[in-house]
């Protein structure tokens, strides 16, 4: 397979093969052409003449083409949900019956089957209000339970493109119980992941592109991190690990007993120089603090100040004012503009330094600045001048973090600022995360990822039911420990 693009060739004769009941996890990084081999044999772009894509059931009948495709089941990296429909919608139960103003109607019948669809993956969620009013996770869910229904056999194929983004442990569980199910069943399964311990957990073949072509092929059972790591990048790369620092610096940001729709009477003060990591799992509260503190949901009671001034809830503009910046977990919908070319959204929040005399921007130091933010992030392709929205998943995320690292906040909220970045973007973002730190920026990093906690963290709070249950200093910092807390197995001493 093949596929060029103009001005790039994104599959350059690329061949897999998938056998029944297999798992072949496809790895890369970020712009390597996983997602553009998913959308070819999804239909939505053409390959390149030559191309082919064959479907053989276990009768050893072929089938070629769109009649291929039945037989094919997609969960995608953006999840190709309509947001405007229900999940019944979605799950092609039903169409509602809608007139100006009201809610979708839906039968009795349509609603019970789509919460069985979802309650399979352990959740239970209104499936009548439009999927971009869910959460990322359950949208997540939605798309899987898409995915998972209606197969003509059992030796169809599924394709899982970064399913896993939004989900934390417990999801990730059962949707890996699910996917191994149907392999036993007879299914071949293609996992895209950039979190190299599920495909060690699931897949029982990688093959690895780089710049759209095929570089490896190998079993699982022979690999272990470091050497697909090293697969990957093309060189192996250090764990980064946080070195001690100096005494207590002043408290930048001050909350006192804020309360939002998960959070109840939540407090806490972050200093400068210091990395406070937020764990817990869905639901618990979690993703909601950065929001609520950003302004960007509504809060109420309590205080929110930083450097000794208040900061008034449901106001951004002043947020970023007093210099604090967010990078939200969805930043396709809430932290790029994906119209505007990588230059245009990493200046867009800061002009300031890039401004001459009488206000006119300074196109040079504008292309400079871009060149250097472009470098340590490792953008790919390295044009900077184009739509952010013709940049691969990952790139894109990049992009996003880089523009507010660039603005050298005194208070920067994190959501999950690694999750769908490749190995070696990984580490350039821990670096400029540490960087920022020793800066003196005060650093709240809300993350499901355990291992990205303990790396980072200075001290962790963990979430469970709106509260804090628990934090756990530097010097006690373990995934175990955490994902007990998070969960609360077993009653603290
Ligand atoms: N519609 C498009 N027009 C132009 N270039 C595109 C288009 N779609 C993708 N590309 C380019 O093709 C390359 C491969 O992108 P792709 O989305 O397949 O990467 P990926 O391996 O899925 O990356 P990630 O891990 O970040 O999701 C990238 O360089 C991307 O910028
Ligand atoms: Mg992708």
Redesign the pocket.
């Known amino acids: 397979m093949s596929k060029t693009?103009?001005g790039?060739k994104?599959l350059d004769d690329v061949s897999l093969e998938v056998h029944s009941g297999e798992v072949v996890a496809v790895l890369?990084?970020?712009?390597?052409?996983?997602?553009?081999?998913v959308k070819i044999l999804a239909g939505v772009y053409q390959a390149d003449s030559g191309s082919v894509v064959e479907v053989r059931n276990a009768e050893g009948q072929l089938a070629a083409g769109p009649d291929a495709r039945s037989d094919l089941h997609f969960i995608h990296?953006d999840l190709g949900l309509a947001d405007i429909l229900t999940t019944v919608e979605n799950l092609g139960l039903g169409t509602a019956a809608r007139g100006r103003g009201f809610a979708p109607i839906h039968s009795r019948a349509e609603r019970r089957r789509a919460q069985e669809l979802i309650a399979r993956f352990g959740v239970n969620f209104d499936v009548t209000v439009p999927v971009g009013r869910l959460s990322p996770a359950h949208r997540a869910i939605v798309a899987i339970a898409r995915a998972m229904d209606g197969w003509t056999r059992p030796d169809n194929v599924l394709v899982l493109?970064?399913p896993t983004t939004a989900l934390h442990g417990d999801e990730v569980q059962v949707l890996f119980e699910a996917v191994r199910r149907v392999a036993a069943a007879g299914a071949g399964v293609v996992f895209?992941s950039?979190r190299l311990d599920e495909v060690l957990a699931l897949a029982d073949r990688v093959v690895v592109?780089r710049d759209?072509r095929v570089v490896a092929e190998e079993s699982t059972s022979n690999l272990d991190h470091d050497q697909i790591v090293t697969l990957i990048a093309g060189r192996a790369i250090a764990d980064i690990s946080l070195e001690a620092r100096g005494g207590p610096a002043e408290p930048v940001l001050t909350v006192s007993n804020i309360n939002g729709a998960e959070i109840i009477d939540f407090s806490m003060t972050l200093r400068a120089g210091e990395i406070v990591g937020i764990g817990g799992i869905l639901g618990s509260g979690r993703e909601e603090l950065a929001p609520l503190l950003f302004g960007s949901k509504y809060r109420f009671g309590g205080l929110v100040e930083i450097g000794g001034e208040e900061l008034i809830s449901d106001d951004t503009r002043a947020a970023i004012e007093s210099g604090m910046a967010y990078v939200p977990a969805d930043r396709r919908k809430s932290g790029a503009v994906m119209e505007l070319s990588v230059r245009e959204n990493l200046t867009l929040p800061m002009m300031r330094g890039l401004r001459r005399a009488f206000g006119r921007l300074d196109g040079r130091a504008e292309r400079a600045e871009t060149h250097s933010w472009m470098q340590i992030v490792g953008l790919?392709?390295p044009n900077p001048e184009q739509a952010l929205k013709?940049?691969?998943?990952?790139?894109q995320q990049k992009v996003v973090l880089a523009k507010w690292l660039r603005v050298r906040p005194r208070v920067l909220l994190l959501d999950e600022p690694t999750q769908?970045?490749?190995v070696g973007a990984k580490a350039a973002i821990y670096e400029l995360i540490m960087a920022a730190r020793s800066d003196g920026t005060a650093i709240l990093l809300c993350s499901s990822d355990t291992k990205e906690l303990v790396s980072l963290c200075d001290r962790v709070l963990v979430f469970k039911g709106g509260r804090i249950v628990s934090e756990v200093q530097r010097g006690e910092l373990t995934e175990e420990r955490l994902v007990r807390d998070e969960l609360a197995l077993e009653t603290r001493k």
């Open positions: 693009f103009p790039l994104a890369g990084h970020n712009g390597s052409g996983k997602s553009t081999l990296q493109d970064e895209i950039h592109l759209g790919r392709p013709l940049f691969s998943g990952g790139n769908g970045v490749d």
